[in-house]
């Protein structure tokens, strides 16, 4: 193994933390600037940070951050979750299983309308989520269709699809549509709780292409435009039917480059809300904002980096539990990240159903001995080389840096960071397989059950398996987990599944993620929800 051995990460990062003032937390419910209710000006536009979405905003194909942060405001869900996890109903009046939860039935609202005025019906389920299913429409979210009867005839493993139409969806009247799984899912209504399973109008099947560019929703915020890599606009929605309509009048998403230059623009009044401060400001953000205008709580997210396994498919598992035995995570945590991050110990994040604390054993513990014995033994490191891909946009630098340094000082072989301009452009590579050692993962809760920290990164076939993680004996483990009887049965063969993980080692957790974000105050009763996602039709104006 080759590379130069150094320990000038730790001076670097205990220099920050010097500079550092406490990062205590603001209020416990997320802070809401003292208000209570709406005030200030109705019709005021709040200011937001955002980006480039990767692709056209139509929710089955959108599933990063950015294109979320649009989706998850103009289009209303069937179901969310509370601050506890719980369920409760947003476009559905009910969402009911049969006996053995191989059959599920949607009950709509009435009154709900698309932007456009058209009625939202049980087809506009129906339809959308067969569109979205068939494999012809090269859907980022079709997977997420597989359990329902039918889809392998529109979305087969090879060849054209045999029907148009999933046999196992049919819409009874225009208030419900049922759903009929291929095995029983015990927790398919936590599913529904996710973007792709929300409607579409019947004008989208005119012009899909148009529609991305254009979109049409049922959420509180309608569309007006989208200034590609400059800004997206929404406007509150008057005819909304649901009972979390806007108390603003919509919504600026400006894009930045960076999280420095977000911070700067807060401060000088030219932001309202920042979603996340970024590293070099982190240690002082309380101080220059005020505590009633910042927030430091966890959320349900996670941060890992993840082998490309087309070029590590020959190397045992053995040599990436070593790799991970040589970060010294809390000292990354406690200094580059000013205490912000907390050091994983599980694939899942704690305020997830499902979490088992420890469940890593001694993987997640720095141990530079261990982590040089297991690599040595093992056949070393690819090359004698990693790289982490990351977004330059994202404050991922120093802390990149930081774990490359570690692993440097500890397995001595060569580490740098492999930085992309945008997260557009860092999703590309990944979805491309141009991956050239690892990149980095960030994973925040579609709905708050173990299985979406584990399915949806690391089977086979998910779509979000970027570093192509193939293992036959997982997916099975997967599978019985899906057939379990109830929910608490099958969280638990998922905690069993997660063992399998640890043994084989399809990725390397590093930290649970926090929301250091801050507002300025030209707005009020501003919250983030357990996903660390900025509840914006709460948020009110003051001006």
């Not at 148009?210 to 200034?227: D, H, K, L, Q």
């Not at 774990?403 to 960071?417: F, P």
């Not at 998910?462 to 009887?485: I, T």
């Not at 049965?489 to 905690?495: C, D, G, H, K, W």
């Amino acid at each position: 193994m080759r590379g130069a051995r150094s320990a000038k990460w730790v001076a670097s990062a205990i220099v920050v933390a010097l500079a550092a003032t406490a990062c205590g937390g603001g209020d416990d419910d997320g802070g809401d600037g003292g208000s209570d209710g709406a005030a200030g000006n109705p019709d005021g536009i709040v200011r937001i940070d955002g980006g480039e979405p990767q692709n056209p905003l139509i929710p089955m194909n959108t599933n990063e951050a950015l294109g979320g942060l649009v989706i998850d405001n103009l289009f209303s869900k069937l179901l969310d979750f509370d601050d506890e996890g719980q369920i409760f109903m947003v476009a559905a009046e009910s969402v009911e299983p049969n006996e053995d939860n191989s059959v599920w039935t949607v009950t709509l609202k009435e009154g709900w309308t698309f932007h456009d005025g058209t009625p939202v019906t049980a087809e506009s389920y129906v339809n959308a989520w067969n569109w979205a299913a068939n494999v012809t429409n090269n859907q980022n979210g079709s997977f997420w269709f597989q359990d329902i009867v039918g889809y392998e005839d529109v979305h087969p493993e090879e060849g054209e699809p045999t029907a148009d139409a999933m046999s196992g969806l049919q819409a009874v009247d225009e208030t419900t549509f049922t759903i009929e799984l291929t095995d029983p899912v015990p927790y398919y209504d936590y599913k529904l709780g996710y973007s792709t399973f929300t409607p579409l109008p019947e004008s989208f099947y005119e012009d899909p292409e148009a529609f991305g560019e254009s979109p049409v929703g049922n959420g509180p915020y309608s569309f007006v435009e989208w200034n590609h890599g400059e800004s997206i606009e929404l406007t509150r929605y008057e005819e909304y039917a649901g009972e979390d309509a806007a108390q603003n009048g919509g919504i600026h998403i400006q894009a930045y480059d960076g999280l420095e230059a977000a911070y700067t623009d807060l401060q000088s009044g030219n932001l309202d809300i920042i979603r996340q401060v970024g590293p070099r400001d982190l240690p002082l953000y309380q101080q220059d904002l005020g505590e009633d205008r910042t927030v430091a709580q966890p959320y349900n997210g996670t941060q890992t980096i993840t082998p490309a396994w087309y070029n590590w498919e020959d190397t045992p598992p053995e040599v990436l539990q070593g790799v991970s035995m040589a970060i010294d995570r809390e000292t990354i945590t406690q200094t580059v990240l000013n205490g912000s991050r907390t050091p994983a110990d599980s694939f899942v994040p704690p305020g997830v159903y499902g979490y088992e604390a420890g469940a890593s054993g001694d993987i997640t513990t720095f141990d530079p001995e261990r982590a040089r014995q297991l690599v040595e033994e093992n056949g070393g490191i690819p090359g004698d080389r990693i790289t982490i891909q990351y977004n330059a946009d994202g404050g991922h630098r120093e802390w990149v840096e930081a774990v490359c340094n570690s692993i440097i000082e500890t397995l001595d072989v060569e580490c740098v960071g492999d930085s992309k301009v945008d997260f557009d452009t860092d999703l590309e590579a990944r979805e491309a397989n141009e991956v050239e050692s690892m990149y980095r993962g960030g994973w925040l809760a579609d709905y708050p059950l173990n299985v979406n920290f584990l399915k949806e990164l690391y089977a086979s076939y998910a779509h979000s398996n970027y570093g192509r993680f193939d293992n036959a004996e997982v997916d099975e483990l997967f599978a019985e987990g899906d057939r379990a009887a109830t929910l608490d049965e099958a969280v638990a063969l998922y905690q069993e599944a997660e063992q399998l993980l640890w043994q084989e080692m399809p990725s390397i957790p590093l930290w649970y993620q926090n929301v250091n974000a801050g507002w300025g105050p030209n707005v009020e009763n501003v919250r983030f929800d357990t996903a660390g996602v900025p509840v914006l039709n709460e948020v009110t104006v003051n001006e």
